[in-house]
């Protein structure tokens, strides 16, 4: 669970969705992070194509090198595993999320669901890693047993398969 991310707990839903945003405002003020979480933003062209709009995410690809291997040379929690790692294409256009290097394009071909669900999952991972950086601390990713397990856990498939049959 190290490397999950925020978990709370309280008796209903609005004292637990105040206390995971006083831990947030608490994490914040730590690594000295003034600016909101950004939002998402997709653009559709068709039911099965969708172009990410998501600033954030495409001043990312235009000012940092990647290749191919990228996210598999940092893991940091399972949603990345989940949605992300083995659905990436670098400069090319045969995986569900296709990013251009060179220009920071970002374009999905998937359906609507699992379109958000991958921006959702590669904005909090691009954040965390810049964030992560920015502040001087090191990286903590992820074990190549916690991988495994993740990768071979049926529960992470079951997840997964449920975002692929959902339609918004």
Not at 128 to 155: A, H, Q, Y
Not at 159 to 168: D, F, G, Q, W
């Amino acid at each position: 669970m190290e490397n999950h991310g925020l978990i709370v707990t309280a008796d209903d839903a609005k004292k637990c969705a105040e206390l995971h945003a006083q831990v947030n405002r608490m994490i914040m003020e730590y690594l000295g992070i003034n600016e909101a979480f950004p939002s998402i933003d997709l653009f559709t062209v068709d039911e099965n194509t969708f172009i990410s709009k998501t600033e954030y995410i495409m001043d990312y690809f235009r000012s940092n090198k990647i290749h191919e291997k990228f996210f598999d040379e940092t893991v940091l929690y399972p949603d990345q595993l989940v949605y992300l790692n083995g659905s990436i294409s670098v400069d090319g256009m045969d995986k569900k999320l296709n990013i251009n290097s060179k220009t920071g394009e970002i374009i999905y071909k998937t359906n609507s669901s699992e379109a958000q669900t991958i921006e959702e999952t590669l904005l909090a991972y691009l954040y965390v890693v810049n964030g992560i950086g920015k502040s001087g601390l090191p990286l903590k990713t992820m074990s190549e047993k916690e991988i495994d397990f993740i990768r071979n856990w049926e529960s992470e498939a079951y997840r997964k398969s449920l975002v692929k049959e959902t339609v918004k």
